[in-house]
């Protein structure tokens, strides 16, 4: 099970540090990305920025407008069937399975265009810190390495910030846990 632990780093040096500490051949298996509003820095570097895809509500609109179109498609096609008299083959086969996988194909379209609008809330409480230049690490880690990964935070002087991971409805292997770390008021 894969966790994602967040830290917050305040400098440059610190954020350098870090990398040398992650980029270690025997630390295999973490995936980490930067989210911060100094994101020329980060690819001077050529360290990876949080990708459009986890900062955006891309995800969460497809699948809920996939899921209210599929609905809508079912309703439809309930309704056509038993308003209009049509007769066994291939019309009311069309209308059986086309219409609900149309709507939910436009449906998962729309709202993935609509949720590229909308912020991702898992990231609300880490806006303010890249909105200050610092640097916020996601770090997704397997449950065992949660030790190592933050004494290796502690030892680069990076705060722990939050550890979290969403479930959505309906998959019930992702395990459902969100933790904010207190952190003092002051940002810098």
Known sequence: MKRRLVFLSRDHDGLCEIVEMLNQPHLNGWRWWIFTGAAADVQRLGLPLAS???LTNMLGGAWRGGFWGFCLGV????FALTLFTVDEGLARTIIMYSLPITLL?????????LGLMQNNPS??????????NLFVLLV????????LLKKIMAMCNADQ????????WGFPW???MFNNAELPAKLS
């Open 105 to 113: 194909s436009f449906g998962a379209w729309e709202g993935g265009f």
């Open 140 to 147: 997704d880690v397997h449950a065992v390495d949660q030790r």
């Open 52 to 54: 459009p895809l986890m």
């Open 174 to 176: 992702r395990e459902n």
């Open 123 to 132: 990231f609300d409480d880490y806006r303010p810190y890249a909105a200050s």
């Open 161 to 168: 910030v939050g550890e979290h991971s969403r479930r959505m």
């Open 75 to 78: 309703l439809l096609a309930v």
